[in-house]
């Protein structure tokens, strides 16, 4: 099993582009997960689902989107990238709908410059 | 807002000795994790312990939770080189929403 897959693993962007990171899942769970991790801080909840097209805002959810049409997949769109936006980013599944142990990706390096 | 912080940010122990780390919290919770981060990888979750639950093993871990002094800890017993990391804990306040520490980073000296 794959377990949990995010691309790209490192990403450079330049203020105002936009990309979508990518997270899939083929453990059939239904609660994903996007969180940034920055320097010295928790992981911190951008958006997650908690099943196909049902998605929900976490603590940090400005300038991020996020789509659920399939159990296993949920990309994270951020539309105008902006250097606050540089982290590390990481996606989790679980099969628990409450997000109790979560499988998480190697995660995506994003620089904005 | 961080409703989880570890104590210490760093612990730096023998191999073979024990490592303790802290974790509080600020509101009421259904249940307290514990994850392990290697350098540059994913997060592992290691243990969950419920609310109602005071101690918890598993294999060299032992977590105990106190609901009245919001706190946790984490033990992991005779410690091995590969148990360099970086520990997080994660509470729940809401049903969906973890909460989470800033981690403490855990060295083992050969």
């Known amino acids: 099993n794959a377990g949990v897959t995010q691309t790209p693993k490192f990403q450079v962007l330049k203020t105002g582009q936009s990309m979508t990171l990518q997270c899939a899942q083929d453990?059939?769970?239904?609660?994903m997960s996007w969180y940034r991790q920055d320097p010295g801080m928790g992981l911190r909840l951008i958006h997650y689902?908690?099943?196909?097209?049902?998605?929900d805002q976490g603590e940090v959810p400005n300038g991020y989107n996020v789509s659920r049409s399939t159990t296993e997949d949920f990309p994270l769109r951020l539309l105008s990238a902006a250097p606050s936006q540089t982290s590390v980013y990481f996606c989790a599944s679980s099969s628990d709908v409450h997000g109790e142990k979560l499988f998480f990706g190697s995660g995506t390096q994003l620089s904005v410059l | 807002s961080q409703q989880g912080e570890e104590d210490p940010q760093a612990l730096s122990i023998q191999e073979g000795e024990n490592a303790t780390m802290n974790c509080s919290y600020k509101t009421s919770i259904n249940n307290l994790q514990w994850y392990r981060q290697n350098s540059g990888r994913g997060l592992v979750h290691l243990i969950l312990?419920?609310?109602n639950e005071r101690e918890k093993h598993s294999g060299r871990l032992r977590v105990t939770l106190d609901t009245s002094k919001k706190s946790s800890s984490l033990l992991i017993t005779a410690s091995r080189a590969a148990d360099t990391a970086s520990y997080f804990c994660?509470?729940?306040?809401?049903?969906?929403?973890?909460?989470w520490g800033a981690g403490t980073k855990l060295i083992i000296k050969p």
């Open positions: 994660a509470t729940d306040p809401t049903w969906y929403q973890l909460i």
């Open positions: 453990m059939n769970h239904e609660y």
């Open positions: 312990i419920r609310s």
């Open positions: 689902s908690v099943g196909a097209g049902i998605t």
